[in-house]
C-alpha cells in the first residue's frame, strides 16, 4: 500500500497533536572518552625550535619522510604542526597523575587547518612513534574493554590514540620546557 506524501504529513500531525510531540527514538550520545587533539600552533619560542630540530634530526631519515620526498630541512608548516602534536602529547603526562591519552583523526586532518594534509601528518606521527617520542594506541577502546590492533594492519587513517613519551619529556626538559610553561614555548591559536 501507498501513502501520498500528504497522507503521511497528516498522520504525522494527528500522532503529534494527539501524544504532545510523536514518539520517535531519542538519539543517544555517548560520553567522550578521550578529548580531541588541537593541531593549530602559533609562534615557537627558541627552546621549542630547539626540541623540535632535535626530533626532526632523529625522523628526518625515516622511510616514510623520504618517501614522500620530504626535504631534509625543516619546513615551517611541518615544525608547526610538529609543535602541535609535541604539545598535545606532552599534555598527557602529568606529573601528579597517571598518563593520559589524547584522541586523533588523520583523516580528518586538511592543510587548511593544520598546515599540512593528512598523509605528511600520518608520516609524521609514524616516524615519531618508530623513533619513540609518541605512544600511539590504534584500535577499538570501549566500556568493556580495549582491543588493540597491528599499526600495519591497522587502518591508521581513521582514530588512534596519543601521547608523549619519557624520551620526549626528558628533550623537552634539558631546553626549560614543562607542563608550567607548554603554552608560552607551543602556543594554541584556538
Same mark, same amino acid.
Given at each position: 500500500? +501507498?501513502?501520498?506524501?500528504? #497522507? ?9 497533536? +494527539?501524544?504532545?510531540?510523536? @514518539? ?21 619560542? +627558541? ?5 623540535? $630540530?632535535?626530533?626532526? !634530526? ?5 622511510? #616514510?619522510?623520504?618517501?614522500? &620526498?620530504?626535504? $631534509? ?31 586523533? $583523526? ?5 592543510? @587548511? ?30 566500556? #568493556?574493554?580495549? !582491543? +588493540?590492533?597491528?599499526? *600495519? ?5 581513521? $582514530?588512534?590514540?596519543?601521547?608523549? =613519551?619519557?624520551? =620526549?619529556?626528558?628533550? &623537552? ?6 607542563? @608550567? @610553561?607548554?603554552?608560552? *614555548? !607551543?602556543? &594554541?591559536?584556538?
Amino acid at each position: 500500500m +501507498q501513502r501520498s506524501y500528504s #497522507s503521511v504529513q497528516s498522520r504525522l500531525r494527528t500522532l503529534i497533536n +494527539q501524544s504532545g510531540r510523536a @514518539n520517535c527514538p531519542r538519539p543517544r550520545s555517548e560520553p567522550k572518552r578521550f578529548p580531541a587533539v588541537d593541531l593549530s600552533c602559533g609562534a615557537l619560542s +627558541q627552546a621549542s625550535h630547539e626540541v623540535l $630540530s632535535t626530533l626532526w !634530526f632523529d625522523i628526518k631519515g625515516h622511510h #616514510s619522510i623520504i618517501r614522500r &620526498s620530504e626535504p $631534509s630541512l625543516l619546513k615551517p608548516e611541518v615544525e608547526l604542526f610538529l609543535g602541535a602534536v609535541i604539545r598535545e602529547a606532552l599534555i598527557c603526562l602529568p606529573p601528579d597523575s597517571p598518563p593520559t591519552w589524547k584522541r586523533l $583523526s588523520l583523516s580528518r586532518i586538511r592543510a @587548511n587547518d593544520a598546515g599540512v594534509d593528512s598523509g605528511v601528518a600520518r608520516n609524521l606521527i609514524s616516524a615519531l612513534h618508530y623513533h619513540g617520542f609518541l605512544d600511539l594506541f590504534v584500535g577499538y577502546v570501549g566500556y #568493556s574493554g580495549s !582491543f +588493540q590492533l597491528d599499526i *600495519h594492519a591497522a587502518r591508521f587513517g581513521r $582514530s588512534a590514540l596519543l601521547r608523549a =613519551t619519557r624520551k =620526549t619529556l626528558e628533550a &623537552s626538559a634539558r631546553r626549560g620546557i614543562n607542563l @608550567n @610553561n607548554l603554552y608560552t *614555548h !607551543f602556543p &594554541s591559536l584556538r
